[in-house]
């Protein structure tokens, strides 16, 4: 299970992520420049929760100024289901020849 930023995924549905930095599958590694042509990853919504806050607090010295703000970041979580590479990828970490 991953979590990214919040999709509008709902619980159940299936997600395509179509933009791949990097696909590893024990020994073999394939890495993109900077994206994977043609890998797919296929995820399936789990749920979206919120982060734990984050406070924010402004100070001026000899001002009499403070501010202080919390944020809480909303996140969904992704059950990952299959990774393709497609035909436009490598397989392998290196290249072949010269």
């Known amino acids: 299970m991953i979590e990214v930023d919040r999709l509008s995924a709902e619980k159940g549905s299936v ?8 696909i590893a599958d024990g020994d073999k590694v394939t890495m993109g420049k900077p994206l994977v042509a ?3 990853v296929t995820a399936e919504g789990v749920d ?3 982060d734990d806050k984050v406070i924010v607090f402004k100070y ?3 001002v009499r ?4 703000q ?3 970041q909303w ?10 590479l497609g035909h436009g990828a ?5 290249r072949s020849g010269s």
């Open 15 to 22: 997600v395509e992520l179509d933009r791949v930095l990097l």
């Open 75 to 84: 996140f969904s979580r992704l059950a990952i289901k299959e990774i393709s």
């Open 38 to 40: 043609g890998a797919k």
């Open 48 to 50: 979206e929760a919120r």
């Open 90 to 94: 490598r397989k392998g970490g290196r």
């Open 60 to 62: 001026k010295p000899k």
């Open 65 to 68: 100024y403070r501010k202080k």
């Open 70 to 72: 919390g944020h809480r």
